[in-house]
């Protein structure tokens, strides 16, 4: 855990110390997702990303330190959430490339206009609302259960804001994907890149990273898995990769 500066709250180093990020130190954390959906996806300098369900800010922030020049909004539903990542954008300097906005993707229309970003980038809920314990701690529970938005919700909200030919990125469970890959196709997104995520090699599949185009043509593109741990327990040399990229300094389409 990192440094504390509030009764509840700490400040956490991201992408080697390149970056600073405020958290809840009780509420919810960033995990891993969000470090593989950062480094899975691809932009080009002075495009406009919408993240959605931004939470404390950090794919935001790690896009930001990767992709020179883009301009990036994350949009989150909770108030408090908003305000924190507010306050790590401005502890990064990055208030020129990065705006934290409050909203709904259930309400998308009203927030934003059709066709304005070139891409969209989102970690959802993945837990349905009726599964599973519910957090009592209302932070985690809406970034794990389908409380206030389906994987439905912010692929329709992605297909609204995209241009033409714009991309959408996502990380899911593996045990989804089938509902992910239908989602897609009803909102004519069509997946053009999936990434299967295993614990480890004798491990199956936990997570998917998928890329899909905004009206698309058929053609997928299924990329080499990704192995977090050795058997050993320690991370992958690829891990390693991970981590040491996104700790570099930001560099445009590549």
Not at 163 to 177: D, M, Q, S
């Amino acid at each position: 855990m990192g440094e504390a500066v509030a009764g509840d709250e700490t400040l956490d180093d991201l992408a080697g110390g390149r970056l600073r990020v405020l958290q809840k130190a009780k509420g919810y954390r960033f995990s891993l997702d969000a470090i593989l959906l950062a480094h899975f996806v691809r932009l080009c300098p002075e495009e406009r990303v919408l993240e959605m369900g931004t939470g404390s800010g950090v794919i935001a922030l790690l896009l930001a330190n990767r992709w020179a020049g883009v301009h990036i909004t994350g949009l989150d539903v909770q108030t408090g959430m908003v305000e924190m990542a507010r306050k790590s954008v401005m502890i990064n300097g990055l208030e020129e490339r990065i705006e934290i906005r409050e909203g709904d993707v259930r309400d998308i229309k009203n927030l934003f206009p059709d066709s304005c970003c070139d891409a969209v980038v989102a970690n959802p809920p993945y837990r349905r609302k009726e599964s599973g314990r519910l957090n009592p701690q209302r932070e985690k529970a809406l970034a794990r259960h389908e409380i206030m938005g389906t994987a439905g919700d912010f692929l329709r909200a992605a297909a609204h804001v995209l241009k033409p030919a714009g991309r959408v990125f996502f990380i899911y469970p593996a045990t989804r994907l089938g509902e992910l890959l239908c989602g897609l196709r009803e909102f004519r997104l069509e997946p053009k890149r999936l990434r299967m995520v295993h614990s480890h090699a004798a491990g199956v599949g936990k997570f998917a990273l998928l890329e899909g185009l905004k009206e698309g043509g058929e053609e997928l593109h299924v990329l080499p898995p990704l192995f977090i741990y050795e058997a050993t327990g320690g991370y992958t040399e690829e891990m390693g990769g991970i981590f040491r990229e996104l700790s570099s300094d930001g560099h445009g389409a590549g």
